[in-house]
């Protein structure tokens, strides 16, 4: 081989090498930041900054977008980042029905989303297209599971349930119901309302008329308030279960004094104080709380800690997907998904998560604790 050749071929070389030195990863974030559920999109943007910016010699880009809580501008959100900005990932939108309507879009560009959202229908039953979504709350059913639990520990034998009519909502009175049959648990009435309705006497006065020994709320945010000091207005005096959708301390701030006694199963970091000092799961959530406070001077939602935890799990699989392809190549893209699905044992805010190619959340029981509302706080209940 020639000088001259050889030269071409060690520039190339070193060109290469600089440019896989200095590769940059793109993720964009969709956030409902403003709109009806800007409860949960407020923190979920908030916390992009704390998010991983460096993985080895590759950076991260993580370019935010706000789709104002409506569905058909997450849709158009996503294609924004997937046509204009080539995005490698996307994490978001923040409620179901936004991610739901934009899992074809992702699966078609082959581009891994992750949903930090409650419905599991984003990731089941597991299909062509959702193999392409991962989910960072914990399945409806695990959380399920617990208050079941807890029912039938109570001597609860009817429930009455009031839910969102969007996939958060139903697809957590198809879960609930499933389980609570075999536990000797009877659903006798079943109530559905809009997020944005300013009124719900209909749905109190028919759950109250059925006389259920609980009843059990299946709404996300703040939306879970209304159905709740309804029922306390009405004077109904029976046990009230939540959902890991209504983890916020908005949910404290606007219910008062007619959510104290709520029961809800969630994630430690809502109690994370009184959480064993040697749970994996809070060095991690103590360390994103603490950033949080200080970057914005307050704590943050739940549901800003699944955006975090979502950046933790890009962090841990970015080493092996650059081993399939550099950033910006559909190689890359594919080996991203790859080895997401391959996470084991990562501590997040959340939970340890642990993935398979049938299970895209990846919760065990580290994942949930029963929660209760005490003095106008969370408490771990005992």
Do not use: C
């Amino acid at each position: 081989m020639s000088m001259p050749m050889l030269a071409s071929v060690a520039l190339s070389a070193a060109l290469f090498a600089a440019t896989a030195a200095h590769a940059q990863v793109k993720v964009g974030v969709v956030s409902s930041s403003s709109g009806p559920i800007a409860a949960v999109g407020v923190p979920q943007k908030n916390t992009v900054p704390l998010l991983p910016k460096q993985v080895g010699k590759t950076t991260i880009e993580y370019i935010p977008l706000d789709d104002a809580s409506d569905p058909t501008a997450s849709v158009a959100a996503i294609k924004k980042l997937i046509g204009e900005h080539k995005v490698d990932a996307i994490i978001g939108p923040s409620g179901s029905p936004n991610a739901m309507g934009v899992i074809q879009f992702a699966a078609e560009a082959g581009v891994p989303l992750l949903a930090p959202v409650g419905t599991a229908a984003v990731v089941l039953p597991m299909n062509d297209q959702k193999k392409w979504i991962f989910k960072t709350t914990q399945n409806d059913d695990l959380i399920a599971a617990a208050l079941v639990g807890h029912m039938k520990k109570a001597g609860v034998k009817t429930v009455g349930f009031i839910g969102t009519a969007d996939p958060y909502g139903e697809n957590w009175q198809k879960v609930f119901s499933s389980l609570a049959a075999p536990a000797g648990i009877k659903l006798v009435s079943a109530e559905s309302f809009q997020r944005r309705d300013t009124s719900l006497t209909a749905q109190g006065l028919k759950t109250v008329a059925a006389r259920p020994d609980a009843v059990l709320i299946a709404a996300p945010g703040s939306s879970a308030v209304l159905p709740q000091t309804t029922l306390f207005d009405q004077g109904y005096k029976g046990q009230i279960y939540q959902t890991h959708g209504a983890a916020l301390d908005d949910f404290l701030k606007l219910g008062g004094k007619k959510v104290e006694g709520t029961i809800l199963a969630a994630s430690g970091l809502l109690v994370l104080d009184e959480m064993p000092a040697e749970d994996p799961v809070r060095k991690v959530a103590a360390d994103y709380v603490a950033g949080y406070e200080k970057l914005h001077a307050t704590k943050p939602a739940t549901f800003g800690a699944n955006v975090y935890d979502a950046g933790l799990l890009l962090q841990a699989a970015i080493p092996a997907a650059l081993k399939a392809g550099q950033p910006g190549t559909a190689a890359f893209r594919s080996g991203l998904r790859d080895a997401i699905e391959q996470t084991r044992e990562l501590p997040g805010t959340q939970g340890v998560y642990t993935m398979t190619a049938q299970d895209h959340s990846g919760f065990d029981e580290r994942g949930r604790v029963l929660i209760t509302v005490k003095g106008g706080r969370w408490s771990l209940l005992k």
